[in-house]
């Protein structure tokens, strides 16, 4: 058994967070399902390691640590190498910025719980719901397209992979989901389209978790 667990969902941008950080430092993990779908995220036993009912949560020695940034940064606090942040003090800031923009201002609008809602609560069909994420979204990818020119090689900061590209690559995803046109974000796209190409992105990406529909798999 390994020492770390990670409570997680196929499909969850902040559960592929975890998985790829997870990748990206050699680490074995167990993994367990938690079906969204199914509500099992608000089990009385889920909500004893993660009181909000969020996904992902890492379990370390017995240690819970619980939402995907807190995981993440305490990957990489005690697995320094290989490091997603640069050493420079100032890049790092500008990484965190980039995760913030995502984190904060993009990733919440196509949250299930949130457009669960405005189909129970207001009837919103999936096209409207699509016209939700869309118009939040938009705000998000344009501040990432005038931000990332200034720093991005290869991938978000240069042509080493950065806690950015970690929270960047789902986030695309999930905007692909919800037909968001991305034809307007080169520098994000060429982003995307190298993380596409990476083995520890391709290892985490939800095609290929063990909790992935038949239907979505891909090899």
């Known amino acids: ?41 608000h089990s009385p036993e889920y909500l004893k390691l993660n009181p909000l009912g969020g996904i992902p949560t890492l379990i370390h020695d017995g240690k819970i640590i619980p939402d995907s940034m807190a995981v993440i940064e305490y990957l990489e606090e005690i697995h320094p190498s290989p490091s ?43 096209e409207q719901k699509d016209q939700w994420v869309q118009k939040w979204v938009i705000q998000g990818l344009e501040a990432l397209e005038k931000t990332l020119p200034e720093f991005s090689g290869k991938y978000c900061f240069g042509d080493q992979v950065t806690m950015a590209d970690v929270v960047l690559y789902p986030q695309i995803i999930t905007c692909q989901r919800f037909h968001v046109d991305l034809s ?32 979505l798999r891909k090899p």
Do not use: W
Request: one cysteine or more.
């Open 1 to 41: 058994m390994s020492s770390y667990v990670l409570y997680n969902y196929f499909r969850s941008s902040t559960s592929f967070r975890a998985r790829v950080v997870l990748e990206l430092k050699g680490l074995v993990y167990d993994y367990k399902p938690i079906n969204l779908l199914k509500d099992e995220q």
């Open 84 to 126: 997603i942040m640069p050493k420079d003090f100032y890049l790092r800031a500008r990484v965190r910025q980039v995760c913030e923009i995502v984190n904060a201002s993009m990733h919440p609008y196509g949250n299930l719980k949130i457009t669960k809602y405005l189909g129970q609560a207001h009837g919103y069909t999936q």
């Open 184 to 215: 307007k974000y080169p520098t994000v796209m060429k982003v995307f389209g190298n993380l596409d190409q990476h083995p520890a992105f391709i290892k985490a990406h939800f095609s290929r978790q063990i909790d992935t529909p038949e239907e």
